[in-house]
């Protein structure tokens, strides 16, 4: 059931704020983050394997920025495919952590399986709670975002990013690397994030205009730093499976090492920017992008378009979060901005080409 939507995709999207605030109370006690099963002691855990396939593969690359910069703890990411035939060593101490919606992807499965005896500890974090993956874990973690029906995966990214999020706050704190104070700080930005989510949707006729213009374009490039990169590569991810136009995206730092040379003006390119800590770095390569003829399409909050300059091909101004929160905000432009590109385009969003929503093959 669609409700009222043109599309599973759009549906999806636009329940994010509601799966959230729901997926979020299901985690905290108070202001405890309070784990549904058996307790994870992270003061125990030495270092974190993430592994996962596509999107789910990009939330472990943004988780990997939070455990580090909240927790200090020492994180390797890789995909399914690779780290299963690669068989890294696992040394004691190693929580190996699998994040998969539908928990039946066959590369996931068999790394996890690879993991089994070796790991201290298997955990997943899954949409279906009846899945082989949430099976076979000694601890399966739900994200609460309900069935995803879409083959594009939105509202299970945000979900598995908010899980993720209470797990490397969680792990904070029980490393010491935070205060009480300043996780009840972080959680009630958190349980404000639904409305500005919503805040965000309401950009969908901006993004909308924008998009009628990418449809035109062969190439797309996506560029963020920090944070910002892991969802890079998901924007791009996204606007290629379902508009069919090629995105790639870069950590923005890499541009002058290669990329920069496929810069012209037929090549729009869109820059993750909040204005954070890394923002004026970014601003040196948004410059270096438009020096060469490249048109931008900033999105960012109000601070950092005032500052961004005159030369931007278009600006998108998203609300103002912390810092930490802004993968799961700027999920929804990247969302957005693929969903009404692939309209414009007048391709099946909901099951886009040579594509099916589980893959239970290698
Ligand atoms: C992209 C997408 C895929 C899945 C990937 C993993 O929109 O949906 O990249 O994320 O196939 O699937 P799960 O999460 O079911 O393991």
């Not at 993720?164 to 104070?181: C, I």
């Not at 923005?252 to 993750?272: C, F, M, Q, W």
């Not at 992008?289 to 005159?310: C, N, P, S, Y």
């Amino acid at each position: 059931d669609k409700a009222g939507y043109k599309h599973f995709m759009a549906k999806e999207i636009a329940e994010q704020p509601t799966v959230l605030a729901d997926a979020l109370r299901g985690y905290l006690e108070d202001d405890r983050i309070s784990l549904p099963g058996e307790e994870l002691d992270f003061t125990k855990v030495e270092r974190l394997t993430l592994v996962a396939c596509g999107t789910a593969f990009y939330a472990c690359l943004t988780a990997k920025y939070w455990f580090e910069q909240l927790a200090r703890m020492p994180v390797e990411v890789d995909v399914a495919s690779e780290f299963r035939y690669r068989e890294p060593p696992i040394t004691p101490g190693t929580v190996a952590l699998f994040v998969s919606q539908s928990g039946e992807t066959a590369d996931t499965l068999a790394a996890l399986r690879y993991c089994r005896d070796k790991a201290d500890k298997i955990v997943s974090v899954v949409n279906v709670a009846e899945s082989s993956i949430a099976r076979e874990s000694d601890l399966a973690l739900p994200i609460h975002a309900g069935v995803e029906v879409g083959v594009a995966s939105t509202k299970a990214f945000t979900c598995q990013l908010n899980v993720l999020l209470l797990l490397a706050l969680k792990a904070a704190v029980d490393r010491g690397h935070m205060t009480q104070e300043a996780l009840s700080e972080t959680l009630s930005a958190l349980r404000a994030l639904p409305g500005i989510l919503n805040a965000a949707m309401a950009r969908s006729d901006d993004i909308e205009r924008v998009a009628r213009q990418i449809a035109e374009a062969r190439d797309v490039l996506f560029l963020g730093r920090g944070l910002m990169y892991p969802l890079a590569l998901e924007g791009a991810l996204k606007l290629k499976e379902i508009s069919y136009i090629h995105a790639e995206a870069y950590a923005s730092g890499e541009l002058k090492h290669g990329p920069i040379a496929l810069i012209d003006k037929t090549v729009p390119v869109v820059v993750l920017a909040p204005r954070d800590a890394l923002f004026d770095k970014s601003v040196s390569n948004m410059q270096e992008v438009m020096a060469r003829g490249g048109k931008v399409l900033l999105i960012t909050d109000a601070a950092g378009a005032a500052e961004a300059g005159q030369d931007v091909w278009q600006t998108i101004v998203l609300p103002a979060v912390p810092s930490v929160l802004s993968p799961l905000l700027y999920a929804i432009p990247a969302q957005l901005l693929a969903y009404h590109t692939a309209i414009a385009k007048g391709t099946d969003v909901d099951q886009p080409r040579n594509l099916a929503k589980s893959v239970t093959v290698e």
